[in-house]
């Protein structure tokens, strides 16, 4: 079972720009793990922000992101605000979907 | 927009089966493949596994042996049955809806807590 990591937590400034990072245990993350990223605030389901590496859903701000970085999937939040404060996780698809597999997620703190 | 809502016991007895049902309304069930995500209370999410529309599933394979998900497109509706269930299965479950690779909707989620 492949592992999935994350950065378990983040700090960044108001206005500030920080990127989170999604990598694979098994070898680079590539276009074909179709990466997704997920916030998720205390009490409240997840909601999805990016699908497909770089993909954005009708809901998601423009400040937010997605893209491959270093072999790694990235998530670049710029401007943040304090209402981005929350936990990200990443998610990687394998063997052609067969197998899910979520990060450990990022708390990300906004202060 | 599609809204998905689970529905089933909050309490199991340990050894028995988890048993839950996602209800969608404003859509329908054809073209698109629907998931069980469950997270622990304080931890991460953990895939479970999803099936098609047409009845196809797929299954973490660290729970393959005790999931069984099922569909019923005539109610609109998809299910979740989890056999001899431990304390270790208490979570919030989760049903979303997405393609292949991925989620894109969620609910809004329900805890299960295993004890007797």
């Known amino acids: 079972q492949a592992v999935v990591t994350q950065e378990p937590s983040l700090t960044v400034s108001p206005g500030g720009t920080v990127t989170l990072t999604c990598g694979s245990s098994t070898g680079p993350v590539t276009s074909g793990h179709y990466p997704y990223w997920f916030q998720q605030k205390p009490g409240q389901a997840p909601r999805t922000l990016i699908r497909d590496t770089t993909s954005k859903l009708s809901w998601t701000p423009a400040r937010f992101s997605g893209s491959l970085l270093g072999g790694k999937a990235a998530l670049t939040l710029s401007g943040a605000l304090p209402e981005d404060e929350a936990e990200y996780y990443c998610l990687l698809s394998y063997t052609g979907a067969r197998n899910w597999v979520f990060g450990g997620g990022t708390k990300l703190t906004v202060l | ?116």
């Open chain 2, 1 to 116: 927009q599609v809204q998905l809502q689970e529905s089933g016991p909050g309490l199991v007895k340990p050894s028995e089966t988890l048993s839950l049902k996602c209800t969608v309304s404003g859509g329908s069930i054809s073209g698109y493949y629907w998931s069980w995500i469950r997270q622990p209370p304080g931890k991460g999410l953990e895939w479970i596994g999803y099936v098609y529309y047409s009845g196809s599933t797929n299954y973490n394979p660290s729970l393959k042996s005790r999931v069984t998900i099922s569909v019923d497109t005539s109610k609109n509706h998809f299910s979740l049955n989890l056999s001899s269930v431990t304390a270790a299965d208490t979570a919030v479950y989760y049903c979303a809806r997405g393609p292949i690779f991925g989620v894109v909707d969620w609910g809004q989620g329900t805890l299960v807590t295993v004890s007797s």
